[in-house]
C-alpha cells in the first residue's frame, strides 16, 4: 500500500512536458523533490494499475477503466505479441482473451499473472514454429518463385488450425527465402540466415523479464485509448528527449541491426566517430568496452543494449572491436573514442538559396527546410521556431523574393513552436484551440485558443508550404493555418497525415519512464480539425507516399473522430499597407499555378517514375509475388551488364554520403524542384502577371521554364 502512495504522491509533483513546453513544479516542490532525490525504481506489478490512472487523469475522452477500454487493451496486448499473426493461433487469441477477463480488476489487486500466462504461450508458439522452420527449410526443400503471399496481417485473419498456419509459414517462408536470393545470397546461405533470425527471435523473447512485459502492457493499454497515447520505458524517454534537444553525449553514429550484427550506417558530422577518421559506414561493431575494462561481445545483443553500452557521458572513453568487409577480405581492428556532445544538425532546420528565372528576371527562392518541431525547454535551449526567425532574418538580409518551407518529413513535435513558427508568417493572431477536459476531472469539453503575440512579420513575401502524406501533426497546424489566412500555397501529395491530437508527457519518479496522454485536439484558425482530413495541397503532385491508404491517422486503432468548430481568424493577423504587408493568395492564383505546375510535371522523368511505381502498388493487390523480388535482382544485373545505372543504388549508397552529398541529393528531389517553381510562378502572380507556360517550351528541356510567357 506505502508504495502506490509513494507513487501517487511522486506524481502531482512531477515534471510535465505538454506538446513540448516543459511546465515546472514551485520553487518549493521542486526543491523538495531536488533534496529527496527519490531512488530509482524498477517497474513491477504495484506499480501498473497507479500508472493506468494516470492516463485516464488526463486523456481527453476516457476517464473510467470501462469495458470497452479492457477489451481494447486486450487486443492490442495481443496484437504487440504477435502482430504479423505468426505464430498465435485463433484458438490462442480467445484463450489470452477469456484469461484476461477483468484485467483491470486483477491489477488494482497487483495480480499479473494473466500478463505473464500470455507470454507463456506466445512463447511456447514461437518455439514450435521455429521447430517447423527448421523442418520445411531441411534438404526437403524446394524454392516455389511463383508463391504468391499476403504479408499485411490487417488484410488476412489468424490461423484457425495449425495446417492453416503452416501453409502461411510456407509461403512466408518463400518469400523470406527469396528476399535474401535477391540480395546475392545463395539459397543455403539464405536457409540458415532464416533459422539464425528465428532463434535470435526466441532469445529475445526467453531473455524478457518482467519489466518488458509490464511494459508492454502500458503501452498496449495507453495505445487502446488513441495511437498517440504511450507509454515510455527509460530507453524510450532518452530517446524522446534526444530527438526534442537535438543533441545526446555518445560517439556520433546512427547503428541498425541486421543478422545478429550491430551496423553503422551514418557518421554524424562532428561526432567523435567521424573526426576519428578510423570508422565508416556498415562497418560492424562486434564488441565494446569501456574505458580500460574487457571487452563485452555484442553479437546477437539487442540493438538498444549496444546502444546503452556505447552511448554515455562527455569525456569518458569507449573502445570498439570493428569488422570491416572488404573486396576480398575482412579487416579487424580496435578504436578508441571519447564520446562527446553531438548536435544533431542534420535534424535542425536549415535555409539555401536557389536561383529563377521570373519574366526574364533572375529571382531568389530561399528553401527553409525543417524536419521536426524540436524544442529544448532547459535554459538557452534550442527551439525550431527561434531557429527558423533566424533563418527568414539571413533569407531577408539576402533580398529573396519568395520562400518554401519543406514539411514534407516533419512529424510533428513541439505545439508551442508550431504557435510560433505560423506566426512569424502575418501579424499577431489566433492560431490553434486546442480542445481540453474541465477541471471538474469529468467529461465536458473547454477550449484553450493558443496565439501569436508578437506584431512583427518576420517575411512578408510570397510563401510555398512543402508537404506529404507523412507531414504530421505541428506541420498540420502551420500548413492548415496559412491556408487558413490565405497566406501561402500548399503544395505537396493530396493530403497530410491528418493527426489533429495534443499529447502530453509526464515524467514518472526514476526508473519508471514517462507517460505521453492525448489531451486534447487541435483546431486551425478556420474551424477546421486536421483529423482523418489532413491539409488538402493547393496544388497537388506526384507523392510515392500517396500510392497507399494505409498511410494517414484514419487507418490507425482507435483514431479521434473528426470535428468542426466555428472559425476564430484574427482580423488583426492581416497587414495590408505599410511595413511588414503581405498580399493574400487568392483563388485565380491556384488555379493558374495548378496548371503550370501540371505542365511541368507531365514533361518530367522523375514524376514519371513516381507515377509509374503508384501505378505498379495499386494494380498489384494484396498478394506479392516471390517472382518481383527475383525480377528486381534480374534487372538489376541487366542494367549492370548494360552499363545503366541500378535505380535502387541510391538507396545502399545512402549510407556512405557525406552530410553535404545527402544535402545535394536531397536539394535535387523532384518535389522540392518543383516547389521552388511553384514559388517561382507566386512571385509573378503577386506582381500582377498571371502565370501561363506552353507544353512546348517545357518539352525543349528548358531546367528553368519562365513562370509567365
Same mark, same amino acid.
Given at each position: 500500500?506505502?508504495?502506490?502512495?509513494?507513487?501517487?504522491?511522486?506524481?502531482?509533483?512531477a515534471m510535465?512536458?505538454?506538446a513540448g513546453?516543459l511546465?515546472?513544479?514551485?520553487?518549493?516542490?521542486?526543491?523538495?523533490?531536488?533534496?529527496?532525490k527519490?531512488?530509482?525504481?524498477t517497474?513491477?506489478c504495484?506499480h501498473?494499475?497507479?500508472?493506468?490512472?494516470?492516463?485516464?487523469?488526463?486523456?481527453?475522452?476516457?476517464s473510467?477503466?470501462?469495458?470497452?477500454?479492457?477489451d481494447?487493451?486486450?487486443?492490442?496486448f495481443?496484437?504487440r505479441l504477435?502482430?504479423?499473426?505468426i505464430?498465435l493461433?485463433?484458438?490462442?487469441?480467445?484463450?489470452?482473451?477469456?484469461?484476461?477477463?477483468?484485467?483491470?480488476a486483477?491489477?488494482?489487486?497487483?495480480?499479473?499473472?494473466a500478463?505473464?500466462?500470455?507470454?507463456?504461450l506466445?512463447?511456447d508458439?514461437?518455439?514450435?514454429?521455429?521447430?517447423?522452420?527448421?523442418?520445411?527449410?531441411?534438404?526437403?526443400?524446394k524454392f516455389n518463385?511463383?508463391?504468391?503471399?499476403?504479408?499485411?496481417?490487417?488484410?488476412?485473419?489468424?490461423?484457425?488450425?495449425l495446417?492453416?498456419?503452416?501453409a502461411?509459414?510456407?509461403?512466408?517462408?518463400?518469400?523470406q527465402?527469396?528476399?535474401?536470393i535477391?540480395a546475392?545470397?545463395?539459397?543455403?546461405?539464405?536457409?540458415?540466415?532464416?533459422?539464425?533470425?528465428?532463434e535470435?527471435?526466441l532469445?529475445?523473447?526467453?531473455e524478457?523479464?518482467?519489466e518488458?512485459l509490464?511494459v508492454?502492457?502500458?503501452?498496449?493499454?495507453?495505445?487502446s485509448?488513441?495511437?498517440?497515447?504511450?507509454?515510455?520505458?527509460?530507453d524510450a524517454?532518452?530517446?524522446?528527449?534526444?530527438?526534442?534537444r537535438?543533441?545526446l553525449?555518445?560517439i556520433?553514429?546512427?547503428?541498425?541491426s541486421?543478422?545478429g550484427f550491430?551496423?553503422?550506417?551514418?557518421?554524424?558530422?562532428g561526432?567523435?566517430?567521424?573526426k576519428?577518421?578510423?570508422?565508416?559506414?556498415?562497418?560492424?561493431?562486434?564488441?565494446?568496452?569501456q574505458?580500460?575494462d574487457?571487452?563485452v561481445?555484442v553479437?546477437?545483443m539487442? *540493438?538498444r543494449d549496444?546502444v546503452? =553500452?556505447?552511448?554515455?557521458?562527455?569525456? @569518458?572513453n !569507449? %573502445?570498439? &572491436? /570493428? *569488422?570491416?568487409?572488404?573486396?576480398? =577480405?575482412?579487416?579487424?581492428?580496435?578504436? @578508441?573514442? !571519447? %564520446?562527446d &556532445? /553531438?548536435?544533431?544538425?542534420?535534424?535542425a532546420?536549415?535555409?539555401?538559396v536557389f536561383n529563377?528565372k !521570373?519574366n526574364?528576371?533572375k529571382?531568389?527562392?530561399?528553401?527553409?527546410?525543417?524536419?521536426s518541431?524540436?524544442?529544448?525547454?532547459r535554459?538557452?535551449?534550442r527551439s525550431?521556431?527561434?531557429?527558423?526567425?533566424k533563418l527568414l532574418?539571413?533569407?531577408?538580409?539576402?533580398?529573396?523574393?519568395?520562400?518554401?518551407?519543406?514539411?514534407?518529413?516533419?512529424?510533428?513535435g513541439?505545439?508551442?513552436?508550431?504557435v510560433?513558427?505560423?506566426?512569424?508568417?502575418?501579424?499577431?493572431?489566433?492560431?490553434?484551440?486546442?480542445?481540453?477536459r474541465?477541471?471538474?476531472?469529468?467529461?465536458?469539453?473547454?477550449?484553450e485558443?493558443l496565439r501569436d503575440?508578437?506584431?512583427?512579420v518576420?517575411?512578408?513575401?510570397?510563401l510555398?508550404?512543402?508537404?506529404?502524406?507523412?507531414?504530421a501533426?505541428?506541420s498540420?497546424?502551420?500548413?492548415?493555418?496559412?491556408?487558413?489566412y490565405?497566406?501561402?500555397?500548399?503544395?505537396?501529395?493530396?493530403?497530410?497525415?491528418?493527426?489533429?491530437?495534443?499529447q502530453s508527457?509526464?515524467?514518472l519518479?526514476p526508473?519508471?519512464g514517462?507517460?505521453?496522454?492525448t489531451?486534447?485536439m487541435f483546431?486551425?484558425?478556420?474551424g477546421?480539425?486536421?483529423?482523418?482530413?489532413?491539409?488538402?495541397a493547393d496544388v497537388?503532385?506526384p507523392?510515392?507516399?500517396?500510392a497507399?491508404?494505409d498511410?494517414?491517422?484514419?487507418?490507425l486503432?482507435?483514431?479521434?473522430?473528426?470535428?468542426?468548430?466555428a472559425?476564430?481568424v484574427?482580423?488583426?493577423?492581416y497587414?495590408?499597407?505599410?511595413?511588414?504587408?503581405?498580399?493574400?493568395?487568392?483563388?485565380?492564383?491556384i488555379q493558374?499555378l495548378?496548371?503550370a505546375?501540371?505542365v511541368?510535371v507531365?514533361a518530367s522523368?522523375?514524376?514519371?517514375?513516381?507515377?509509374?511505381d503508384?501505378k505498379?502498388?495499386k494494380?498489384r493487390?494484396?498478394e506479392?509475388?516471390?517472382?518481383?523480388?527475383?525480377?528486381k535482382k534480374?534487372?538489376?544485373e541487366k542494367?549492370?551488364?548494360?552499363?545503366?545505372?541500378?535505380?535502387?543504388?541510391?538507396?545502399d549508397?545512402d549510407?556512405?554520403?557525406t552530410?553535404?552529398?545527402?544535402k545535394e541529393k536531397?536539394?535535387?528531389r523532384?518535389?522540392?524542384?518543383?516547389?521552388?517553381?511553384?514559388a517561382?510562378?507566386?512571385?509573378?502572380?503577386?506582381?500582377?502577371v498571371?502565370v501561363?507556360?506552353?507544353?512546348?517550351?517545357v518539352?525543349k528541356?528548358m531546367?528553368?521554364?519562365?513562370?509567365?510567357?
Amino acid at each position: 500500500m506505502s508504495s502506490v502512495f509513494s507513487l501517487s504522491s511522486y506524481l502531482s509533483t512531477a515534471m510535465i512536458l505538454i506538446a513540448g513546453t516543459l511546465l515546472l513544479p514551485s520553487t518549493s516542490s521542486n526543491a523538495q523533490l531536488l533534496s529527496s532525490k527519490p531512488r530509482k525504481l524498477t517497474l513491477s506489478c504495484i506499480h501498473v494499475y497507479p500508472i493506468q490512472r494516470k492516463y485516464l487523469d488526463r486523456h481527453v475522452n476516457y476517464s473510467t477503466m470501462s469495458d470497452k477500454l479492457e477489451d481494447q487493451s486486450v487486443e492490442q496486448f495481443i496484437k504487440r505479441l504477435d502482430g504479423s499473426k505468426i505464430y498465435l493461433l485463433e484458438k490462442d487469441a480467445k484463450k489470452i482473451e477469456k484469461s484476461m477477463n477483468n484485467i483491470f480488476a486483477q491489477l488494482k489487486k497487483k495480480d499479473c499473472s494473466a500478463i505473464q500466462k500470455a507470454h507463456d504461450l506466445y512463447k511456447d508458439r514461437v518455439k514450435e514454429r521455429i521447430a517447423y522452420a527448421k523442418r520445411y527449410l531441411g534438404k526437403d526443400f524446394k524454392f516455389n518463385k511463383k508463391t504468391k503471399v499476403i504479408l499485411d496481417p490487417d488484410k488476412r485473419k489468424r490461423a484457425k488450425s495449425l495446417k492453416e498456419a503452416d501453409a502461411f509459414h510456407n509461403k512466408y517462408m518463400q518469400y523470406q527465402v527469396a528476399t535474401y536470393i535477391a540480395a546475392d545470397e545463395t539459397e543455403t546461405e539464405a536457409k540458415k540466415k532464416i533459422i539464425k533470425n528465428y532463434e535470435r527471435a526466441l532469445k529475445r523473447i526467453e531473455e524478457s523479464d518482467e519489466e518488458d512485459l509490464y511494459v508492454s502492457w502500458l503501452d498496449s493499454f495507453s495505445r487502446s485509448m488513441d495511437p498517440h497515447s504511450s507509454y515510455l520505458s527509460n530507453d524510450a524517454l532518452e530517446d524522446f528527449e534526444i530527438q526534442m534537444r537535438l543533441s545526446l553525449d555518445g560517439i556520433g553514429a546512427t547503428l541498425s541491426s541486421k543478422d545478429g550484427f550491430t551496423t553503422i550506417e551514418q557518421l554524424i558530422p562532428g561526432g567523435a566517430a567521424f573526426k576519428s577518421g578510423q570508422l565508416k559506414p556498415k562497418d560492424k561493431i562486434m564488441a565494446v568496452a569501456q574505458g580500460k575494462d574487457d571487452f563485452v561481445n555484442v553479437v546477437e545483443m539487442p *540493438l538498444r543494449d549496444v546502444v546503452r =553500452k556505447i552511448r554515455g557521458p562527455k569525456g @569518458t572513453n !569507449v %573502445r570498439l &572491436k /570493428i *569488422l570491416r568487409k572488404l573486396e576480398d =577480405k575482412t579487416k579487424k581492428f580496435e578504436v @578508441t573514442l !571519447v %564520446r562527446d &556532445k /553531438i548536435k544533431l544538425e542534420d535534424d535542425a532546420a536549415s535555409l539555401k538559396v536557389f536561383n529563377r528565372k !521570373v519574366n526574364g528576371q533572375k529571382k531568389k527562392i530561399g528553401l527553409v527546410t525543417l524536419p521536426s518541431f524540436y524544442a529544448d525547454n532547459r535554459r538557452n535551449g534550442r527551439s525550431a521556431s527561434r531557429d527558423i526567425r533566424k533563418l527568414l532574418r539571413k533569407a531577408n538580409k539576402e533580398k529573396v523574393d519568395a520562400v518554401v518551407l519543406d514539411l514534407s518529413n516533419n512529424g510533428g513535435g513541439s505545439l508551442r513552436d508550431a504557435v510560433d513558427i505560423a506566426g512569424l508568417f502575418f501579424a499577431r493572431g489566433n492560431v490553434v484551440k486546442q480542445s481540453q477536459r474541465e477541471v471538474d476531472g469529468l467529461d465536458s469539453v473547454g477550449y484553450e485558443v493558443l496565439r501569436d503575440n508578437d506584431r512583427t512579420v518576420d517575411y512578408d513575401g510570397p510563401l510555398v508550404v512543402l508537404t506529404s502524406r507523412i507531414s504530421a501533426s505541428a506541420s498540420e497546424i502551420v500548413s492548415g493555418t496559412l491556408q487558413d489566412y490565405k497566406r501561402a500555397v500548399i503544395v505537396g501529395g493530396d493530403h497530410t497525415f491528418g493527426k489533429g491530437s495534443v499529447q502530453s508527457v509526464e515524467y514518472l519518479p526514476p526508473g519508471l519512464g514517462a507517460i505521453k496522454t492525448t489531451v486534447g485536439m487541435f483546431f486551425t484558425a478556420g474551424g477546421n480539425s486536421t483529423q482523418h482530413r489532413g491539409v488538402d495541397a493547393d496544388v497537388l503532385i506526384p507523392s510515392a507516399y500517396s500510392a497507399s491508404e494505409d498511410i494517414g491517422e484514419k487507418t490507425l486503432d482507435y483514431s479521434l473522430p473528426p470535428k468542426k468548430i466555428a472559425s476564430f481568424v484574427s482580423k488583426e493577423a492581416y497587414k495590408f499597407s505599410g511595413k511588414d504587408a503581405f498580399k493574400l493568395v487568392e483563388k485565380g492564383m491556384i488555379q493558374r499555378l495548378q496548371q503550370a505546375s501540371k505542365v511541368r510535371v507531365s514533361a518530367s522523368e522523375d514524376f514519371k517514375e513516381i507515377e509509374d511505381d503508384i501505378k505498379k502498388i495499386k494494380e498489384r493487390g494484396d498478394e506479392v509475388e516471390v517472382a518481383e523480388l527475383l525480377d528486381k535482382k534480374d534487372d538489376k544485373e541487366k542494367n549492370k551488364k548494360d552499363g545503366k545505372v541500378d535505380p535502387d543504388k541510391d538507396k545502399d549508397e545512402d549510407r556512405v554520403l557525406t552530410r553535404k552529398e545527402r544535402k545535394e541529393k536531397y536539394f535535387k528531389r523532384a518535389d522540392v524542384q518543383e516547389a521552388i517553381n511553384i514559388a517561382a510562378d507566386l512571385i509573378a502572380e503577386m506582381n500582377g502577371v498571371k502565370v501561363t507556360i506552353s507544353q512546348k517550351n517545357v518539352q525543349k528541356g528548358m531546367k528553368e521554364a519562365p513562370a509567365a510567357n
